[in-house]
C-alpha cells in the first residue's frame, strides 16, 4: 500500500443512518442476514483470510468471535477444530442455528465480560464499523477505547486480535489506529486487500499482545 492510497465510500451506509444497530438489524432484515447463504460464505472467505492474518499455533485454541451475528464465523471456526465463543450485542442472532456448542453470549463487545488472559485469538468480522465511524463522536470514541483495552485484557499474551471491518474513509481507519496505539500497548498494523478496487477492498486490522 503506498501512501497516496486514499478511499471515501460515498455511499450511505445503514451504521451512518442508525444510530443504534439493533435498530437496523431486526424483524425482516435481522432474518435476512441470518439466512443468508450468500452472506455465509462471505463471512466464511473473510475468516480463512483473518485466520491467516491470526498464524495460531496452537491446537484447539480458544477465539471469541466479537460481534458474531448469527455465527457464521464462529460456526466455521468450530469445524475446523477451534473453540469458540461467539459473543453478540443482539440476543436474537444468537437463536438461528444450534450453537450452544459456541458458547454464544449476549454481550456488548466493548465490554466483554471475561477474565484476563482468557483468549488465544479475538476476530471480528464486519462488525467495528457500528463502534466507531464519526470521529468528533467523543461516545464513540470512549467505546472504542474500552473495546480496545478490554481486548489487550482478556488476550493471553503472545496473541494477536484480527478485526476485519468497512471504515467509511481513510481517516476513521487512521484514526482506529491512533485511539489503539494511544492507549494500550498492543503492536499492529492493517492490512488492505485489493486496496484499489472498492467491491473487493478487505480491511484488515491485525493487533499483537506481546508477552
Ligand atoms: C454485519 S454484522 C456481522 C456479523 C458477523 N460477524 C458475520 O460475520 O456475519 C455486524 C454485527 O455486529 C454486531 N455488533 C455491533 N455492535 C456491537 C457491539 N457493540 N457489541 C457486540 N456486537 C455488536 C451486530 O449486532 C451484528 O451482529
Known sequence: MNDSYYFNVKRKRPEEIYNDVSDYFKGEIL????????????????????????????????????GSGPGFAAMFLKELGYRTVALDIIAEFLNFYNIKDLNPITADMCFPPFKGKTFDAILSISALQWI??????????????HLSKSFYHILKPDSRVIIQFYPKNKEIMEQIGKIIADNTEFQGNFIIDNPNTSKKRKIFLLLEKKS
Open 132 to 145: 466507531y465511524r464519526d470521529i468528533a463522536n467523543k461516545k464513540m470514541h470512549y467505546l472504542l477505547n
Open 31 to 66: 432474518n435476512q442476514y441470518a439466512h443468508s447463504k450468500s452472506m455465509m460464505k462471505i463471512q466464511e472467505k473473510i475468516t480463512i483470510r483473518a485466520l491467516e492474518l491470526l498464524d495460531i499455533r496452537k491446537k484447539g485454541a480458544f477465539i471469541l468471535d466479537a
